[in-house]
């Protein structure tokens, strides 16, 4: 299983060897004014298509019941045009967050497709499957999900009889406050879960410190109290969700 789980490691990191370390600036440049006719995007489809190759002609001569030179050349096949596809219509979207993840994990779908195709077996997906599904990993999952979005509706809710009190033009980032929250309540579960709770004091001195020069200039008694309330209660939350979480996964 060790080995089988290499394989799909090595793919997965000859595509960011490919995707990141050996396709220039000037290969996307051209493929986002030429599309289709951009001849550095046969380029780039061919580095992949041998990084692909290498890895499949390491696994044939490692592991054992490999499929052969056939399997080597159908996999670097299947990844060079799937590639070449899944990057022309990227090239024809904007160039948004979005769409660099979706095409990411088209490429990913498209190299585990050519991992169980190489080995024959659906068992590892199965094994995925069971292990997703378990009440450990939708526990974590829940109480991820929870410390984003629905915990920001419930702190700007719980703060908002004193965030009327505030100016409104505040002279930071629209909607900063809320990503840094959700930020601040992802490493504190993560922390939680981890068992390093001493890291979470650390946090909580960190945030301090980069606050306290712009809390000292406004000279905002009512700015500087709400900004400790809304610390303490989106740590407090992160805090107690994760020890929950922690309580029920060990049964106790």
Same mark, same amino acid.
Request: aromatic share 6%.
């Given at each position: 299983?060790?080995?089988?789980?290499?394989?799909?490691?090595?793919?997965?990191?000859?595509?960011?060897?490919?995707?990141?370390?050996?396709?220039?600036?000037?290969?996307?440049?051209?493929?986002?004014?030429?599309?289709?006719?951009?001849?550095?995007?046969?380029?780039?489809?061919?580095?992949? !298509?041998?990084?692909?190759? &290498? $890895?499949? #002609?390491? @696994?044939?001569?490692?592991?054992?019941? /490999? +499929?052969?030179? =056939? %399997? *080597?050349?159908?996999?670097?096949?299947?990844?060079?045009?799937?590639?070449?596809?899944?990057?022309?219509?990227?090239?024809?979207?904007?160039?948004?967050?979005?769409?660099?993840?979706?095409?990411?994990?088209?490429?990913?779908?498209?190299?585990?497709?050519?991992?169980? !195709?190489?080995?024959?077996? &659906? $068992?590892? #997906?199965? @094994?995925?499957?069971?292990?997703?599904? /378990? +009440?450990?990993? =939708? %526990? *974590?999952?829940?109480?991820?999900?929870?410390?984003?979005?629905?915990?920001?509706?419930?702190?700007?809710?719980?703060?908002?009889?004193?965030?009327?009190?505030?100016?409104?033009?505040?002279?930071?980032?629209?909607?900063?406050?809320?990503?840094?929250?959700?930020?601040?309540?992802?490493?504190?579960?993560?922390?939680? #879960?981890?068992?390093?709770?001493?890291?979470?004091?650390?946090?909580?001195?960190?945030?301090?410190?980069?606050?306290?020069?712009?809390?000292?200039?406004?000279?905002?008694?009512?700015?500087?109290?709400?900004?400790?309330?809304?610390?303490?209660?989106?740590?407090?939350?992160?805090?107690?969700?994760?020890?929950?979480?922690?309580?029920?996964?060990?049964?106790?």
């Amino acid at each position: 299983m060790n080995g089988d789980l290499s394989l799909l490691l090595g793919l997965i990191l000859a595509h960011l060897t490919g995707d990141f370390l050996l396709q220039p600036r000037h290969w996307v440049e051209e493929r986002l004014q030429r599309l289709h006719r951009s001849r550095h995007l046969l380029h780039h489809v061919a580095v992949h !298509a041998c990084l692909t190759a &290498l $890895v499949l #002609l390491v @696994a044939m001569l490692l592991l054992p019941d /490999s +499929p052969g030179w =056939l %399997g *080597v050349a159908g996999g670097a096949l299947a990844v060079a045009a799937s590639h070449w596809l899944i990057d022309y219509l990227k090239a024809r979207l904007p160039g948004q967050l979005r769409w660099f993840i979706l095409d990411q994990a088209l490429h990913l779908l498209v190299l585990c497709m050519v991992w169980l !195709a190489w080995l024959g077996s &659906l $068992v590892p #997906l199965q @094994a995925f499957a069971t292990w997703l599904l /378990s +009440p450990t990993v =939708l %526990g *974590v999952a829940t109480a991820y999900l929870i410390v984003t979005r629905p915990l920001s509706f419930v702190i700007a809710m719980l703060m908002q009889r004193w965030s009327s009190q505030l100016e409104e033009d505040s002279g930071t980032l629209a909607q900063a406050g809320a990503r840094i929250g959700m930020l601040e309540r992802l490493l504190v579960l993560s922390l939680v #879960l981890l068992d390093q709770l001493t890291a979470v004091g650390f946090l909580l001195a960190a945030k301090s410190v980069l606050r306290y020069g712009d809390l000292r200039e406004t000279k905002d008694r009512k700015l500087t109290e709400y900004v400790l309330l809304g610390t303490l209660v989106s740590v407090a939350s992160a805090l107690l969700l994760g020890l929950l979480v922690r309580l029920l996964v060990s049964g106790g």
